[in-house]
Structure formats: structure tokens, C-alpha cells
């Protein structure tokens, strides 16, 4: 009699075979689901003879785009129509997202700030734009340019050179001349320079000890290295300032209502939740990291910049790249307002070929683009930060 | 003993009363308003925007304005015309409905309202509530609906409030334990589940609520079976339900991380089986901790619910647009848009409230 051979385990009480048992019924739930879906899908586009695959982009559109930075007309073809839709999509998020960050930072500050009038009422703003559906607030804002706003002759004047009308916001802008191009490129050859400069101060400093005035120094070829080109290149100031001629404004950049109103909706909304963002990530860091760092001697510059804020950093960047995702994501609402973003031609576009299955992916296909992208980098972003823990 | 009886005495005799200028109102304004010349200045702009605004805002709002006149009475006027409001509330509320039924819907979110207000309180949180929740919701679903003696009303009819409080009530319930189920898959150790949950979540993550809108109105009706057709507003509810549950998958995920490792090496050091570890060990604890920020999720859902205007359903919103678009009324969008904002607002409101609360009651740290 051998009772040293281990019991026999039944089947049904083996975790390991269990977990291999659940995880084909897994499978073949999913395979007989999806072939349910398939098989009626096929059986349906076949009976309303619709024609599958990506064979419509190369189509004649047939329909105009009010807006678009590429060109296009309604002889193009619907990859180019959709390229236009991807383009708008990617402005406003561009604008949206830059905009929302300032903002939204002001009001987290604002709502900490020891003055009560000021705190109350970020407070109050935080509070009544967030429960404010989005869609709502595109809509008041897209009346608000239609409706309560005056005709070009009425328009409104806040500031020399910018106008508020039913037409959208339309503003001067200086001539085109080729001294901003050159400007242009110093700008982009000064963000270089800074960029190995810091490089070179900081190896110097951990061999030296000897501190560059850095951020003085970036300041001033920031904004000194392309100024002195401007300058250089001619210094022209002429204005292209709008004009009332007739019924609408000559001249100046002319920025239409529907856009407008997507970007003040998306900005005034997600600022709201950027500014809790903030402000949760200032209050995270502790206030004794302000004391040790004063009490060793720090700048009040030195405090902000090397113990404050990269603690707060690590707090509020994971939680802020979440909410310009959601305004991505959210500028898709740009459809009902009647901005030709990426949405709204898929969906005039689905409307007109009825290749629904290839529309809907095809939005879906870039929007998941845009958030994969996005978490790729905020992972390595988060790796780069992390606490380094032995 | 003697220094004991004297320092009250001498408290009584020298006592100095604080400068005037560091009490009171004038100390308070010194401490909050005018401390230092930043704010100072700060204080005295934004005071002067606030002067701007708000008298002009109130003589429209309120003094200058119209409450139960005709539209051209409003035209005449200069303020406020609250009176497309009031002239076209009953379409507002309650869209299509049948105008001498409408006592139904407006039952039925009063019925809502009724449960939600007595399950905030956390002493009725028994299974006795969830019950009665099931039977709440069968005799809304009833009142809307008909059937059982009351005329069927047909759901292409149902708007308004109704309508958005179902699709965001139905919506999150039904979510719920899907989203669980999810959120435990997430979490499992087999390689085959683990990772069609992770593709589901962060695949309905990765879009906008409104391409599901779209695809269960234009895609979902070619997966069905020739014949088989399903109504508008039960696909919607089905976009909003596959959308809702993946974000709740991410919050559970969240509860569950946060229970201790312990819990699980415990529960299966007692014999208990993977469901039965889960159902009588680590759910319920997990489940507690998400409480607050699933009510978050219910907020957003709430507001999400506004987007099946884009598929032309009739909710709250697309109701008060479509009175926006009658001749006699249009040109008052300013007025109806802030109406429909103070509902949305006063729901959201004391949603978040509720939570902040709740997260404090049921915070069992120290």
C-alpha cells in the first residue's frame, strides 16, 4: 500500500486546469459572438448592396468645407475631405489644449489664493462650469455669436483692433513681411541654443560648482535673439488692420463664429477640471519642503523651481494629459455646432456613401491613435519622474 | 495654589482690546481682501468687474424682464423674456408625450427623486433598499411605458427630463456589473481574460462617447438578423451602457489595488474559492471603497446623456432646442440654455456634494 503518491486532484477543484477550462469558454464565447455579428452584418450589406472596404476614398466628395488649412474643394476626393476634418480636429485641440493649460493654472492658483474675493469666485467657477454638460455650453456659446452678438456695422470693440461680431472675431495682424519669417527661425535656432546651453551649465556646474545664470541668460535669447533679427531684417510695423467695408471686414484674420465658440466652450469647460488639477497637486507638496528648502538657504526662485514644483509636477502632469485627452475627445462635439472637424465629414461622409462600419472605425481608428499615443508618452514621461526607490 | 487664583484677575484688570483695525469687519477686509499691494489691487479689479456685470445682469435677468407674456410683449422688451420657459415648459419637461398623460413621466421622476433622496441616507442601506429600488424602477419603466391597465405610450414619444434620467439611471445600473466584471478580469491571472478586458477598456476609453452614439445608430442595426430591429433610444442606452462600464472598470480596478494583499491570502488560507473569495471578502470591501468616486462617474454620465442630441433623440436639451427653432420664440436661446443649465446644475451640484460627503463618512483612515 503506497500512501506517499500524491491524491489524485479531480478535475473540477484544479485551479490550473480550471483556469484553462474558463479561458477557452472565454474564447469561444467571444469567436461564436463575433461570428454571430459578422455573419449578420455581411448577410445585411449584402441584401441593401453596400460595397465594403476603403474603396470610397478615392470618390469624388461633392461637398464644400467651410473651413480648412489645406486646399480643397468639393472636386477632391474623400481622403482628402477627411485629411481637411483631421486637420480642424487637430487645430482646435492644438489651440484648445495650450489655451486650457494657462487658464486652467491661473484659476487653480487663483482658488488658493489668500485673497477671499478672488478664491470665492474661482471656486464658483470651478464649480458651476464643471456641471454644466459641455454640449450645452457649445450650444450657449454658438447662440451667443448668432444671436446676441451685433452685425459687423455694430460690432463690438473691447480692444484697438479686434472686433466681436455675429461674422466671429476678426483681428489685425502685422503685415506679411519677410522679416517675421526670418524672426521665425532665430526663435526655433534660440529654443536650440538654450537647449545645449542648459546641457553645458549644468555638466559645469556638477564639475565646477559654479552656477550659470541660466535662466536669464535663456530669457534674454529668447526673446533678444529673434527681436534683434526682426529688427535686423528692416523692423517693419505695418499693420493688416480689418476693415468695415459693406456688410462684413476687410483685411485682418477672420476667425469664424463656429470655431470660436468650439474653442471658448472647450477652454472655459476643461479649464475648470485642469484647475482642480493644480490645485490638488500644489497642496500635495508638503509645507515643510518650503521650510527645509528656505531653511538651507534656497532662493525663493531656487525653492519654487527645484523643490516645489517637481513634486507638484509628478502629481498634476498624469491627471492634466487625462483632461486634454477629454478635450480631444470632446472636440468632436464640434459636429453639432457645425465645424467641419474630423466627426462631423466622417459623418457627412457616412451619410453620403453609407459605409457606416468604415466611418465609425475610421473615428475610432484616430481618436484611439490620439489616446495611445498620448498614454505611450505619459508612461515614459511617468518612468522619467519617478521616485527612485532603492 | 496662589497663582492659580491670581491669573484671572489680572487678565480682567490689563486685558488690551486688539487695534480696531485688526478686528471686525475692517480686520477681516485687511486679512482677506487687502493684504499686501498685489492683492489689494487684485481685490479692486475684480470688484469693479463684479460692479460691471452684475447690476446690469440682475436689472436683465430680473427687473427689466418678462415671466408670462406673449413672445411679441418679449420682442418690446428689453430684459429677459423667461416666458419661452414658462409658455413651453410641458414640451420642455416632457417632449412628445401625450399632453393629458403627461402626469406619468412627471410620477416616475418623481418616484426617482423619492429613491434617490432616501437612499442618500446611509441607515436604509439594506438589501430591503436595493429591492425596493427594482421596484422602484419596474413601476417608472411602467408609468413611461403603459401596459397593466394604463395606455401604452410608445417610446418614440418619450423626451425631456424623463428621458435623460433613464438613459443616465438605467444606464449606470446596468453598467455597474459589467463594469465589475471587467474590472476583475483586469485583474486576473489568466493571460486570455486579462487581456480581452484590457483591450475592451482601453479601447472604449480611447473614444469619444459620441462615435459609440454613432455606430449604435448607424452600425448596430446591420449586426442584427434581417427583421430584428431594435428602437432608437434602447440602442443609445446600450452605446451609453458598453461606454459607462468600461470607465467604472477603471474605478473598481482602483478599489480593488487599494485592498490589502492580505485580504486575498486570508480569504484563500480560509478554503474560500475564487468566487467565493470575491463575493464574500473582497468585493464588498472594494465596492465600499469606490463608492465616491463612482458617484463621480454617475455625474459624468449624467451630463453625457446631453449628446444623444447628436442622434436626434429628445432629451432635455433637444427639446428646449427645438422650442428655440419655433418663430414666435426664437431669439430667446440665452434664456433657455440658462434654464436648462441651472437643472443640470442643480443635479450635478448635489450629486458632488453628496459625494464629498459620503468620502468623508466612510473615510476609515485616521
Known amino acids: 500500500m503506497d500512501t506517499t503518491a500524491p491524491e489524485k486532484i479531480p478535475f473540477l477543484r484544479d485551479p490550473a486546469k480550471l483556469a484553462i477550462l474558463y479561458q477557452c469558454l472565454t474564447i469561444l464565447g467571444v469567436g461564436l459572438l463575433s461570428y454571430y455579428l459578422i455573419h449578420n452584418t455581411l448577410a445585411n450589406l449584402e441584401r441593401q448592396s453596400i460595397s465594403t472596404g476603403f474603396g470610397f476614398f478615392k470618390k469624388e466628395a461633392a461637398f464644400e468645407i467651410g473651413e480648412k488649412l489645406i486646399s480643397y474643394s468639393a472636386a477632391d476626393s474623400y481622403s482628402r475631405a477627411l485629411l481637411v476634418g483631421f486637420l480642424n480636429t487637430l487645430v482646435v485641440a492644438f489651440i484648445g489644449v495650450v489655451l486650457t493649460i494657462l487658464f486652467g493654472t491661473i484659476l487653480g492658483i487663483a482658488r488658493l489664493s489668500t485673497n477671499w474675493l478672488l478664491a470665492k469666485l474661482s471656486a464658483i467657477y470651478i464649480e458651476v462650469f464643471q456641471d454644466i454638460p459641455i454640449l450645452l455650453q457649445l450650444f450657449f456659446w454658438y447662440a451667443f455669436f448668432y444671436e446676441m452678438l451685433p452685425a459687423p456695422r455694430l460690432a463690438l470693440n473691447p480692444i484697438p483692433g479686434l472686433f466681436l461680431c455675429n461674422r466671429g472675431l476678426i483681428f489685425g495682424l502685422p503685415q506679411a513681411h519677410s522679416a517675421y519669417f526670418y524672426a521665425f527661425v532665430a526663435l526655433g535656432l534660440a529654443c536650440l541654443m538654450i537647449f545645449f546651453l542648459r546641457k553645458w551649465a549644468a555638466k559645469r556646474q556638477a564639475a565646477t560648482g559654479q552656477i550659470f545664470p541660466i535662466v536669464k541668460v535663456s530669457l534674454a535669447l529668447f526673446i533678444g535673439f529673434p527681436l534683434i533679427t526682426w529688427w535686423l531684417a528692416g523692423a517693419p510695423t505695418a499693420m493688416n488692420v480689418p476693415k468695415l467695408t459693406g456688410f462684413n471686414f476687410q483685411g485682418g484674420l477672420s476667425i469664424s463664429p463656429e470655431f470660436t465658440a468650439l474653442l471658448l466652450g472647450l477652454v472655459l469647460y476643461t479649464s475648470a477640471f485642469v484647475a482642480e488639477v493644480v490645485r490638488a497637486g500644489i497642496q500635495s507638496v508638503g509645507k515643510g519642503q518650503k521650510e527645509a528648502a528656505m531653511s538651507i538657504g534656497l532662493k525663493p526662485a531656487h525653492v519654487l523651481n527645484l523643490v516645489i514644483l517637481p513634486q507638484a509636477l509628478r502629481v498634476i502632469v498624469p491627471p492634466l494629459t487625462s483632461q486634454m485627452l477629454n478635450l480631444t475627445k470632446n472636440s468632436s462635439l464640434a459636429v453639432a455646432i457645425g465645424y467641419p472637424d474630423f466627426v462631423s465629414v466622417a459623418g457627412t461622409t457616412i451619410n453620403q456613401t453609407g459605409q457606416a462600419i468604415e466611418g465609425v472605425a475610421l473615428i475610432m481608428f484616430v481618436y484611439l491613435a490620439f489616446s495611445l499615443s498620448t498614454s505611450a508618452l505619459m508612461n515614459w514621461y511617468n518612468k522619467k519622474i519617478a521616485i527612485v526607490e532603492r | 495654589m496662589a497663582t492659580m487664583e491670581k491669573t484671572p484677575h489680572r487678565k480682567a484688570a490689563n486685558?488690551?482690546?486688539?487695534?480696531?483695525?485688526?478686528?471686525?469687519?475692517?480686520?477681516?477686509?485687511?486679512?482677506?481682501?487687502?493684504?499686501?499691494?498685489?492683492?489689494?489691487?487684485?481685490?479692486?479689479?475684480?470688484?469693479?468687474?463684479?460692479?460691471?456685470?452684475?447690476?446690469?445682469?440682475?436689472?436683465?435677468?430680473?427687473?427689466?424682464?418678462?415671466?408670462?407674456?406673449?413672445?411679441?410683449?418679449?420682442?418690446?422688451?428689453?430684459?429677459?423674456?423667461?416666458?419661452?420657459?414658462?409658455?413651453?415648459?410641458?414640451?420642455?419637461?416632457?417632449?412628445?408625450?401625450?399632453?393629458?398623460?403627461?402626469?406619468?413621466?412627471?410620477?416616475?421622476?418623481?418616484?426617482?427623486?423619492?429613491?434617490?433622496?432616501?437612499?442618500?441616507?446611509?441607515?436604509?442601506?439594506?438589501?430591503?433598499?436595493?429591492?425596493?429600488?427594482?421596484?422602484?424602477?419596474?413601476?417608472?419603466?411602467?408609468?413611461?411605458?403603459?401596459?397593466?391597465?394604463?395606455?401604452?405610450?410608445?417610446?418614440?414619444?418619450?423626451?425631456?427630463?424623463?428621458?435623460?434620467?433613464?438613459?443616465?439611471?438605467?444606464?449606470?445600473?446596468?453598467?455597474?456589473?459589467?463594469?465589475?466584471?471587467?474590472?476583475?478580469?483586469?485583474?486576473?491571472?489568466?493571460?486570455?481574460?486579462?487581456?480581452?478586458?484590457?483591450?475592451?477598456?482601453?479601447?472604449?476609453?480611447?473614444?469619444?462617447?459620441?462615435?459609440?452614439?454613432?455606430?449604435?445608430?448607424?452600425?448596430?442595426?446591420?449586426?442584427?438578423?434581417?427583421?430584428?430591429?431594435?428602437?432608437?433610444?434602447?440602442?443609445?442606452?446600450?452605446?451609453?451602457?458598453?461606454?459607462?462600464?468600461?470607465?467604472?472598470?477603471?474605478?473598481?480596478?482602483?478599489?480593488?489595488?487599494?485592498?490589502?494583499?492580505?485580504?486575498?491570502?486570508?480569504?484563500?488560507?480560509?478554503?474560500?474559492?475564487?468566487?467565493?473569495?470575491?463575493?464574500?471578502?473582497?468585493?464588498?470591501?472594494?465596492?465600499k471603497i469606490v463608492i465616491p468616486p463612482s458617484m463621480g462617474i454617475l455625474i459624468s454620465a449624467f451630463k453625457d446623456t446631453s449628446l444623444v442630441v447628436i442622434i436626434a433623440l429628445y432629451d432635455l436639451l433637444k427639446t428646449t432646442q427645438t422650442t428655440l427653432t419655433d418663430p414666435k420664440w426664437m431669439g430667446f436661446s440665452a434664456e433657455a440654455y440658462l434654464f436648462v443649465a441651472l437643472i443640470y446644475f442643480v443635479c450635478c451640484y448635489a450629486m458632488s456634494n453628496y459625494s464629498r460627503r459620503l468620502e468623508k463618512e466612510l473615510d476609515t483612515s485616521l
Open chain 2, 15 to 287: 486685558s488690551i482690546r486688539p487695534p480696531a483695525t485688526s478686528i471686525g469687519v475692517i480686520g477681516w477686509m485687511r486679512a482677506n481682501l487687502f493684504n499686501g499691494w498685489l492683492n489689494s489691487i487684485l481685490t479692486l479689479v475684480v470688484g469693479y468687474l463684479l460692479l460691471l456685470t452684475i447690476p446690469s445682469f440682475v436689472k436683465w435677468a430680473f427687473i427689466n424682464s418678462n415671466w408670462f407674456t406673449t413672445s411679441e410683449q418679449c420682442k418690446a422688451g428689453s430684459g429677459a423674456c423667461w416666458s419661452v420657459i414658462t409658455a413651453n415648459i410641458r414640451f420642455i419637461l416632457f417632449g412628445f408625450y401625450p399632453h393629458q398623460l403627461q402626469w406619468r413621466p412627471l410620477l416616475a421622476v418623481l418616484i426617482l427623486i423619492l429613491l434617490l433622496f432616501f437612499s442618500q441616507n446611509r441607515k436604509y442601506w439594506k438589501k430591503s433598499l436595493a429591492y425596493v429600488w427594482l421596484l422602484g424602477l419596474f413601476s417608472m419603466g411602467l408609468l413611461l411605458k403603459g401596459g397593466l391597465g394604463l395606455e401604452v405610450v410608445d417610446s418614440d414619444s418619450w423626451g425631456g427630463l424623463p428621458l435623460t434620467l433613464l438613459l443616465s439611471v438605467f444606464g449606470l445600473t446596468a453598467a455597474y456589473p459589467f463594469g465589475v466584471i471587467l474590472a476583475l478580469g483586469r485583474q486576473s491571472d489568466m493571460p486570455v481574460i486579462k487581456s480581452f478586458s484590457v483591450v475592451y477598456i482601453e479601447l472604449i476609453r480611447g473614444v469619444p462617447l459620441i462615435s459609440m452614439l454613432f455606430m449604435s445608430s448607424v452600425v448596430f442595426p446591420l449586426f442584427l438578423p434581417e427583421g430584428v430591429t431594435f428602437n432608437k433610444i434602447l440602442r443609445a442606452q446600450i452605446a451609453i451602457i458598453l461606454f459607462t462600464a468600461a470607465y467604472i472598470a477603471e474605478v473598481v480596478r482602483g478599489g480593488l489595488q487599494g485592498m490589502n494583499r492580505g485580504q486575498y491570502e486570508a480569504a484563500e488560507s480560509l478554503g474560500l474559492n475564487y468566487f467565493q473569495a470575491m463575493r464574500l471578502i473582497i468585493l464588498p470591501q472594494a465596492l
